[in-house]
Protein backbone atom coordinates (compact mmCIF):
# COMPACT_ATOMS: atom_id res chain seq x y z
CA UNK A 1 0.00 0.00 0.00
CA UNK A 2 1.24 3.11 -1.11
CA UNK A 3 1.26 6.21 1.53
CA UNK A 4 1.83 10.12 1.88
CA UNK A 5 4.51 9.29 4.26
CA UNK A 6 7.46 6.76 4.62
CA UNK A 7 6.95 4.30 6.61
CA UNK A 8 7.56 5.51 10.71
CA UNK A 9 7.80 8.94 9.44
CA UNK A 10 5.67 11.00 11.90
CA UNK A 11 3.05 13.65 11.14
CA UNK A 12 3.66 16.42 13.59
CA UNK A 13 0.35 18.69 12.94
CA UNK A 14 -1.14 21.26 15.06
CA UNK A 15 -4.91 21.65 14.84
CA UNK A 16 -5.08 24.26 12.03
CA UNK A 17 -3.01 22.54 10.01
CA UNK A 18 -5.30 19.22 10.32
CA UNK A 19 -8.32 21.81 9.86
CA UNK A 20 -6.61 23.17 6.76
CA UNK A 21 -5.82 19.39 5.04
CA UNK A 22 -9.74 18.69 6.17
CA UNK A 23 -11.19 21.45 4.62
CA UNK A 24 -8.74 21.07 1.32
CA UNK A 25 -9.86 17.70 1.08
CA UNK A 26 -13.41 18.56 1.46
CA UNK A 27 -13.27 20.94 -1.14
CA UNK A 28 -10.98 19.69 -3.49
CA UNK A 29 -11.87 16.58 -4.11
CA UNK A 30 -14.76 15.41 -6.89
CA UNK A 31 -16.82 13.50 -4.85
CA UNK A 32 -18.98 12.64 -7.45
CA UNK A 33 -22.66 10.97 -6.86
CA UNK A 34 -22.59 9.62 -3.55
CA UNK A 35 -24.75 7.39 -1.09
CA UNK A 36 -22.80 8.24 1.60
CA UNK A 37 -19.66 9.42 2.83
CA UNK A 38 -17.95 8.08 6.06
CA UNK A 39 -15.29 10.33 7.85
CA UNK A 40 -13.61 7.54 10.59
CA UNK A 41 -12.16 10.26 13.12
CA UNK A 42 -10.27 10.14 16.10
CA UNK A 43 -11.74 9.24 19.48
CA UNK A 44 -13.53 12.57 21.56
CA UNK A 45 -14.09 15.88 20.62
CA UNK A 46 -10.58 17.47 19.14
CA UNK A 47 -10.19 19.69 16.05
CA UNK A 48 -10.92 17.12 13.23
CA UNK A 49 -14.84 16.26 14.37
CA UNK A 50 -15.13 20.23 14.86
CA UNK A 51 -14.07 20.92 11.72
CA UNK A 52 -15.91 17.85 9.56
CA UNK A 53 -19.31 18.87 11.68
CA UNK A 54 -18.73 22.20 10.55
CA UNK A 55 -17.87 22.04 7.16
CA UNK A 56 -20.21 18.70 6.22
CA UNK A 57 -22.86 19.62 8.52
CA UNK A 58 -23.30 15.53 9.02
CA UNK A 59 -26.69 13.76 9.69
CA UNK A 60 -25.65 11.26 11.12
CA UNK A 61 -22.76 10.37 13.87
CA UNK A 62 -22.08 7.33 15.05
CA UNK A 63 -19.98 7.30 18.31
CA UNK A 64 -17.99 4.44 19.06
CA UNK A 65 -16.89 3.35 22.45
CA UNK A 66 -15.57 0.19 24.32
CA UNK A 67 -17.36 -1.36 27.12
CA UNK A 68 -14.78 0.12 29.36
CA UNK A 69 -15.95 3.62 31.92
CA UNK A 70 -13.06 5.34 30.91
CA UNK A 71 -14.17 5.01 26.76
CA UNK A 72 -17.55 5.96 28.16
CA UNK A 73 -16.48 8.73 29.39
CA UNK A 74 -14.93 10.26 26.59
CA UNK A 75 -17.91 8.76 24.71
CA UNK A 76 -20.50 10.35 26.09
CA UNK A 77 -18.42 13.77 25.75
CA UNK A 78 -18.71 13.03 21.92
CA UNK A 79 -22.49 12.47 21.85
CA UNK A 80 -23.10 16.02 23.80
CA UNK A 81 -20.63 17.67 21.27
CA UNK A 82 -23.00 15.86 18.41
CA UNK A 83 -26.19 16.94 20.28
CA UNK A 84 -24.39 20.60 20.54
CA UNK A 85 -23.45 20.55 16.74
CA UNK A 86 -27.36 19.61 16.11
CA UNK A 87 -25.75 16.08 14.28
CA UNK A 88 -29.56 15.14 13.78
CA UNK A 89 -29.29 11.13 14.28
CA UNK A 90 -26.73 9.87 16.84
CA UNK A 91 -26.11 6.10 17.53
CA UNK A 92 -23.37 4.11 19.78
CA UNK A 93 -21.19 1.55 18.72
CA UNK A 94 -19.84 -0.46 21.64
CA UNK A 95 -16.46 -1.98 19.89
CA UNK A 96 -14.06 -4.97 21.67
CA UNK A 97 -17.76 -5.94 23.21
CA UNK A 98 -16.19 -9.74 24.55
CA UNK A 99 -13.34 -11.85 22.44
CA UNK A 100 -14.22 -15.13 20.81
CA UNK A 101 -11.84 -17.78 22.42
CA UNK A 102 -10.60 -19.11 18.70
CA UNK A 103 -10.15 -22.44 20.42
CA UNK A 104 -13.26 -22.83 22.32
CA UNK A 105 -15.65 -20.31 20.60
CA UNK A 106 -16.44 -18.87 24.52
CA UNK A 107 -16.61 -15.26 24.99
CA UNK A 108 -14.46 -13.83 27.68
CA UNK A 109 -15.75 -10.05 28.73
CA UNK A 110 -11.81 -8.37 28.84
CA UNK A 111 -12.72 -5.08 28.90
CA UNK A 112 -16.20 -5.12 30.95
CA UNK A 113 -19.59 -5.54 29.41
CA UNK A 114 -22.56 -3.05 28.67
CA UNK A 115 -20.94 0.26 28.54
CA UNK A 116 -22.14 0.83 25.08
CA UNK A 117 -25.54 0.02 25.67
CA UNK A 118 -26.02 1.51 29.12
CA UNK A 119 -24.39 5.03 27.42
CA UNK A 120 -26.87 5.19 24.28
CA UNK A 121 -29.68 4.66 27.12
CA UNK A 122 -28.17 7.23 29.40
CA UNK A 123 -28.22 9.58 26.31
CA UNK A 124 -31.28 8.84 24.92
CA UNK A 125 -29.73 7.49 21.71
CA UNK A 126 -30.10 4.21 19.52
CA UNK A 127 -27.49 1.63 20.59
CA UNK A 128 -26.34 0.40 17.50
CA UNK A 129 -24.18 -2.97 18.46
CA UNK A 130 -22.02 -4.26 20.06
CA UNK A 131 -18.86 -5.94 18.37
CA UNK A 132 -16.91 -8.43 19.51
CA UNK A 133 -13.21 -8.87 19.44
CA UNK A 134 -11.92 -11.76 16.44
CA UNK A 135 -8.56 -12.26 15.85
CA UNK A 136 -9.18 -13.04 12.57
CA UNK A 137 -10.42 -9.28 12.28
CA UNK A 138 -6.58 -8.75 13.06
CA UNK A 139 -4.98 -11.25 10.47
CA UNK A 140 -7.45 -10.34 7.44
CA UNK A 141 -7.03 -6.16 8.25
CA UNK A 142 -3.22 -6.78 8.09
CA UNK A 143 -3.24 -8.29 4.95
CA UNK A 144 -5.55 -5.96 3.72
CA UNK A 145 -8.83 -7.88 3.85
CA UNK A 146 -12.36 -6.66 5.47
CA UNK A 147 -13.36 -9.67 7.22
CA UNK A 148 -16.94 -9.18 5.88
CA UNK A 149 -15.40 -10.49 2.45
CA UNK A 150 -13.40 -13.33 3.86
CA UNK A 151 -16.10 -14.71 6.32
CA UNK A 152 -19.45 -13.69 5.93
CA UNK A 153 -20.66 -16.13 8.18
CA UNK A 154 -18.72 -15.04 11.33
CA UNK A 155 -20.11 -12.85 14.37
CA UNK A 156 -18.35 -9.90 13.71
CA UNK A 157 -19.39 -9.58 10.04
CA UNK A 158 -22.86 -10.38 11.48
CA UNK A 159 -22.95 -7.59 13.87
CA UNK A 160 -21.31 -4.94 11.16
CA UNK A 161 -23.76 -5.70 8.68
CA UNK A 162 -27.00 -5.81 11.56
CA UNK A 163 -25.19 -2.12 12.53
CA UNK A 164 -25.27 -0.77 9.10
CA UNK A 165 -28.90 -2.19 8.33
CA UNK A 166 -30.07 -0.41 11.71
CA UNK A 167 -27.99 3.07 10.76
CA UNK A 168 -29.88 2.58 6.87
CA UNK A 169 -33.45 1.73 8.77
CA UNK A 170 -32.89 5.20 11.05
CA UNK A 171 -31.24 7.43 8.81
CA UNK A 172 -34.23 6.86 6.37
CA UNK A 173 -37.12 6.61 8.77
CA UNK A 174 -35.34 10.45 9.56
CA UNK A 175 -35.20 11.76 6.78
CA UNK A 176 -38.98 10.61 6.26
CA UNK A 177 -40.36 12.00 9.37
CA UNK A 178 -38.42 15.34 8.62
CA UNK A 179 -39.94 15.36 5.16
CA UNK A 180 -43.65 14.96 6.18
CA UNK A 181 -42.49 18.17 8.64
Keep these: ?23 QFLADVEWGKLDYLIADLPPGTGDEILTISQQMKPDYAVIVTTPQQVSVIDAERAINMAKKLEIPYIGVVENMSGFVCPHCSEVLNIFGEGGGKKLAEDCGVPFLGAIPIDIDVRILGDKGIPIVL ?7 TRVFNLIVNLIEENYHEELLTSSKN
Design 1 to 23: MVGMLKNGQPLIWRGPMRSKVIN
Design 150 to 156: EKPACEV
